[in-house]
């Protein structure tokens, strides 16, 4: 699991230059600690900063490159392989993300107690992390009404103030196992799996980064309802 799962609220680390190289003609490094997520899964990429001396040195973004995720630097910048750092994170761009994303997962939860057929097709968190949209397959005539009573369910949970938690599973297997009745993911996947739960409400695979209590999403609102999407925004 990586850091910025294992702990979400981690805002700095000290860390050492594993490389220094470019990605698509950017400046860009490897650390051997890195706590920004790279995005994916409808959950942006992280921004922030690296301090070396006195200096600090902004973080465009973090990407992905094969499996390695690499901090892409706004611009060229003194750095070494074997230099020590601190690595900053933009913490209220991810902060804001992370509730968002987290409203998603509870959301989830309460279309797929509507909808047998449910399959998730994703989601897509907009402007900053202040909307979201889900998109998911099933049998479902869009209906506002409807659309706010999943709204008022994810309302109780958020007001419960359920926990939320990331826990890696060897494989799927156990994973479903583990969640039961609630499990919605997939039913094929290879190696380890993180299962993000929300207690007694949800539990699905995810890579992303979500907060420990269902309470710091604040409420949701209605943003809008279509074939196959809902969309909600929050404060
Ligand atoms: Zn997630």
Redesign the pocket.
Known sequence: MELYQQDPYCQSVATTIAATTFVKKRPAVLVERNILYPGG?G?PFDRGSLLVGGAEVPVERAVRVEGQVFLVLAGPAELDAGQEVELRLDWPRRYAHMRC??G??VLMGAVKRRLSDYVAKGIDIQDGGRACTIRFEGAWQPAPQEAQAFIEQSNQVIAENRAIEVVEFADLGQAIAQAGEIYRGPREMSGPVSI?TVAGWDA?P?????VRAAGEIGPLRLAGCETGKVRFEID
Do not use: R
């Open positions: 899964g959950q994303h987290s998603s997962h993000v699905n995810c890579g992303g980064t979500h």
